[in-house]
């Protein structure tokens, strides 16, 4: 990709670096990004449903390498998925004559009846089927580490560990074979007909789906998952709300269930009335793009919108079925239906405001004639001496009382016509009612009419057809007398070539059905056997080690009375030490399917389970505590752990992971070995983002070419360090071993791009480990996510500042957390911190047992330096009653050396760890380590200071100084 952009350049010297490059940067990153790129999934149809509702629905499917399980969900943003296929042991089938594109998949008591767009999906389909089966069936047999979760890895292990195969062997396949394979194989696209594959989730098919369509018989599934459209930040950018459906057709919302006044109104023609809307009924043959679509009752309860339904329903045969012209016209007048329901609504709003002012006329009619009879009073006598002013008031008050009986015969008036009005209403309403009937009443006369039309279009259509197809034979009889053959007969010939064909294709992928199926069982029993042949193996072993132990429990219980009863009992006992620390012998190791040993040299992550050079007792005691991690990981905790971790992967197929409190928690318990490449690559990715979004892609392979032409002050430790890295992992056991050049690399590049630090020791052993499952780049990264994002500034400099403050955070943790263990340090004033204080600078590394070590750095890479203190306070509470027992400090400091090597048991010491130690809040180590800091660089300028005098103090003591030699003494 690089190589075509910048094709302007130096071909030479850019081809010459780019290749520099690829001899040190690994390639299965890129291998993986390819595998998740050519990912099978994409839309079929799945029989399903019972009684009426059994029917094809679109589903989306993916394949699961880990189980060989082939999912399918609702939509590619579902969570959750609603069952899954076992393609491991599943055949496949399909009928010639059958539906095109439908093909069938029997399991052990299940048959499933999918179907693909056309007859090229299905074949695309079946062939990558079969191949994801024999793939899985091959692996499973001859490949992978033999684990009670995942036989095959969607993602494999990209680290060092990733070579490692420790599996049952059985004889590969032959060439022939897969020969043969390809000879039987079908023709088909590689993609599909762009159909299969992610962007096949951006389809049609896509948005043809509902979140409202519902099934009963994975209900809370659907729930879960149409509740995830909601859900911010697991969805993408495509999640849309469960309360709205997708028009295919257009870019609009619309609701589902919303009420009547959430439609805009429709503006009608001005000449229609709303009192005479009878006549603007029409039928619209043509649909209005612009008009705003509700969807059909019928459409809402089966989950389908308008265009969906269009779509299913195509134009066929009318018997049963309709066609696209009069599916139009039926719309229109639903919409026309619909529309007038609305205007009733209307008008019966319009109606009930009317009757509420005519009631509140008669209260006002009311209160006026109660007010207005005790207004005129009696008239007085007329007196000649009264003032003029005076003789003006009746008057006044009669004019005012005209008026009122002026106006309240006004009001008598608007009453009147008012209840005319309300009557005449009321009989518009009848008959708008009595209107509403017959339409309905008419529209199902015009359905009918349509029907039967329809009906004698299509037989006359026939009929015309048949005559014009006789007539054409008529035709070409007395026109063409010597053709070969009528135009009848040559359709009949091309249709049996056809089946022909379809024969041929189906019976050679029945053939290859039948070739791999026997190849599967042959496979299947070969395993069997060989299982059989191991378990007598280790029946027979068992047997002798028991009867061994039998007459060494014998001896034991009778007294020893004589030396020869002693040196027998001596003798057995010396038996059973060899016999559980004898060396795999050669024939062993041509058959390991007959070994019986149950503990190997090497445990999965490379380590060393026995040491060679300690003597007899540290090696059985080194077996034993290799036995015992062995019987830990095989409980049903364990178990558990891997399913959890397997369903919560399943969950997240068709999307990235995402930092969720789900996610913590399974972190906090560990990630399976088979797993842990794809989540540690995940979490050194998500910190160092705001890293690499600025840099170029080439960032880690320019670093690396200048390391090789620059010198480099750090290069000469870091050849020292390299070898006393993992002395005990055979992958940096040796100058040759694997991991040692991926090393070197990285921590050259790590010099240059942090020349302040260059290189610390300590940071060999942080990269070692993240390379154990991390491609070199990735490990790189990983190291700037400890140091620069984890972290505190001045951690792994010279002074190692950072470092010696958080011993004494950890100190002031101590105290609160376990205030007897260490009030019990103080008194015997033993420095834990001798010990801790590389535990904390390599994050455990070679201080526990190998299957603790990688779960701490499972929640170490996912939340940060917290973890560290956890760990460290719950491995001194797990050993805590232990210490209070010893008395002295040379007992306590020789414990504290190698106690950690004796804790086996990890999900107790992670109950401990993130249970017992809470609170434990981020924020209070940040502060104490704010305290820490001042008064750690105070000491530090005061030694600075201390250093300085003595350094003066004693060049001028220097200088005062006479040497006088012997001769001068003598003489």
């Known amino acids: ?375 005129r009073p009696p008239a007085p006598a007329p007196d000649s001496s009264a003032a003029p002013d005076q003789t003006q008031g009746p008057v006044v008050t009669q004019e005012e009382n005209t008026q009122m009986e002026a106006l309240l015969q006004e009001k008598d008036g608007q009453i009147q016509s008012l209840c005319g009005h309300m009557e005449r209403l009321a009989l518009e309403k009848e008959s708008l009612q009595q209107e509403l009937k017959g339409l309905k009443i008419k529209v199902g006369e015009i359905n009918d009419q349509l029907g039967m039309l329809m009906e004698t279009i299509q037989a006359k259509d026939e009929v015309i057809i048949k005559l014009s197809q006789e007539s054409s034979e008529q035709s070409g009889n007395h026109s063409d007398a010597g053709s070969p053959l009528p135009n009848k007969d040559q359709q009949e010939l091309d249709i049996l070539k056809d089946s022909l064909q379809g024969y041929k294709s189906q019976n050679k992928f029945l053939n290859k059905e039948i070739l791999e199926l026997t190849v599967l069982r042959r496979n299947s029993e070969s395993r069997e056997k060989a299982l059989e042949a191991k378990y007598t193996a280790l029946e027979a072993k068992m047997c002798q080690v028991e009867s061994k132990y039998l007459v060494l429990l014998q001896e034991v219980k009778t007294p020893v009375c004589s030396s020869s009863e002693q040196s027998q009992t001596r003798e057995v006992i010396s038996r059973l030490l060899e016999d559980a620390l004898q060396a795999e012998s050669p024939d062993q190791q041509e058959h390991p399917i007959f070994k019986p040993n149950t503990v190997s040299e090497y445990d999965v992550f490379g380590f060393k389970t026995v040491p060679e050079e300690e003597e007899e007792e540290e090696k059985l005691v080194a077996k034993v505590r290799a036995l015992e991690l062995k019987s830990l990981s095989m409980t049903d905790q364990e178990v558990s752990v891997g399913v959890k971790w397997e369903n919560y992967l399943a969950s997240t197929m068709n999307r990235d992971l995402v930092r969720s409190p789900e996610l913590k928690a399974l972190m906090r318990c560990g990630v399976p070995h088979e797993h842990r490449s794809k989540v540690w690559r995940w979490c050194v990715s998500f910190h160092v983002k705001k890293f690499r979004d600025h840099l170029a892609p080439d960032y880690y392979e320019t670093l690396l070419n200048v390391a090789r032409d620059k010198p480099n002050p750090a290069s000469k430790q870091i050849e020292l360090d390299l070898l006393r890295t993992l002395p005990n992992n055979k992958h940096y056991a040796s100058p040759s071993a694997g991991g040692i050049q991926k090393l070197r690399n990285i921590l050259m590049a790590f010099s240059w791009r942090n020349p302040d630090i260059g290189y610390c020791q300590g940071l060999n052993r942080l990269a070692a480990i993240a390379l154990l499952y991390l491609d070199q780049e990735d490990a790189f990264w990983s190291l700037i996510a400890i140091v620069e994002v984890f972290m505190p500034r001045d951690y792994y400099t010279k002074t190692l500042l950072g470092s010696q403050v958080d011993q004494r955070v950890f100190k002031d943790l101590m105290c609160e957390k376990l205030p007897r263990l260490h009030a019990h340090f103080e008194q015997y004033k033993v420095d834990f911190s001798l010990i801790t204080f590389n535990w904390f600078l390599v994050v455990f590394v070679d201080s526990v047992v190998s299957d603790i070590l990688f779960k701490i750095w499972d929640a170490f890479l996912f939340e940060g330096p917290k973890i560290i203190f956890r760990f460290a306070l719950a491995l001194f509470k797990y050993k805590e009653e232990e210490f209070l027992k010893l008395q002295d400090s040379t007992a306590i400091f020789k414990y504290l050396r190698y106690f950690t090597q004796t804790i086996l048991d990890s999900r107790k010491l992670m109950n401990i760890a993130f249970m017992d130690m809470n609170p434990f809040p981020m924020r209070q180590i940040q502060n104490r380590r704010s305290f820490h800091l001042e008064k750690v660089r105070l000491e530090l300028t005061e030694l600075e200071a201390i250093r300085q005098t003595f350094l003066r103090e004693r060049e001028t003591s220097q200088d005062g100084r006479s040497f006088v030699s012997d001769d001068e003494e003598d003489n």
């Not at 998949?105 to 179907?115: D, H, N, S, V, Y």
């Open 1 to 375: 990709m690089h190589e075509e952009e910048d094709g302007s350049r130096d071909t030479s010297s850019c081809a010459a670096s780019r290749i520099l490059a690829a001899k040190s940067v690994d390639v299965a990153e890129l291998e993986a990004s390819k595998e998740q790129a050519s990912k099978l999934c994409g839309y079929l149809n799945k029989l399903s449903g019972k009684g009426p509702l059994r029917g094809y629905k679109p589903r989306w499917f993916v394949y699961d390498p880990r189980k060989c399980y082939l999912y399918y969900f609702k939509t590619p943003q579902d969570a959750l998925p609603l069952g899954h296929i076992e393609i491991g042991d599943a055949c496949f089938s399909y009928d010639v004559e059958g539906d095109e594109g439908q093909f069938e998949i029997r399991t052990a008591g299940k048959e499933f009846l999918l179907k693909a767009p056309s007859r090229q999906v299905m074949h695309y389909w079946l062939q990558q089927l079969q191949q994801k089966r024999w793939e899985y069936s091959n692996t499973r047999g001859a490949g992978q580490r033999d684990s009670w979760s995942s036989p095959t890895l969607a993602c494999p292990p990209t680290g060092l560990v990733s070579k490692d195969n420790d599996a049952f062997v059985f004889e590969k396949l032959s060439e022939s074979m897969e020969k043969v394979r390809s000879d039987f194989a079908m023709d088909t696209e590689t993609d599909g007909g762009g159909m299969v594959g992610i962007q096949s989730a951006r389809g049609p098919s896509a948005a043809s789906t509902n979140p409202l369509n519902f099934s009963l018989r994975n209900f809370g599934t659907e729930i879960r998952n149409s509740m995830s459209y909601l859900r911010p930040g697991r969805g993408g950018e495509n999640r849309r709300s469960v309360f709205y459906t997708g028009n295919s057709s257009a870019e609009e919302w619309e609701l589902v269930d919303a009420p009547p006044k959430d439609f805009p109104e429709q503006k009608h023609h001005p000449d229609t009335h709303r009192h005479s809307f009878g006549s603007a009924f029409t039928f619209d043959f043509v649909r209005n793009s612009s008009r705003p679509k509700r969807p059909l009752l019928r459409d809402m309860r089966f989950g389908r919108n308008a265009d969906t339904r269009s779509a299913e329903n195509s134009p066929v045969e009318c018997n049963g079925s309709k066609s696209l012209e009069m599916q139009l016209r039926l719309q229109s007048q639903q919409e026309e239906l619909n529309r007038m329901q609305q205007e009733q609504t209307k008008l019966r709003e319009e109606l009930a405001s009317q009757k509420e002012l005519v009631r509140l006329l008669q209260q006002t009619l009311r209160t006026s004639q109660c007010d207005r009879q005790p207004v």
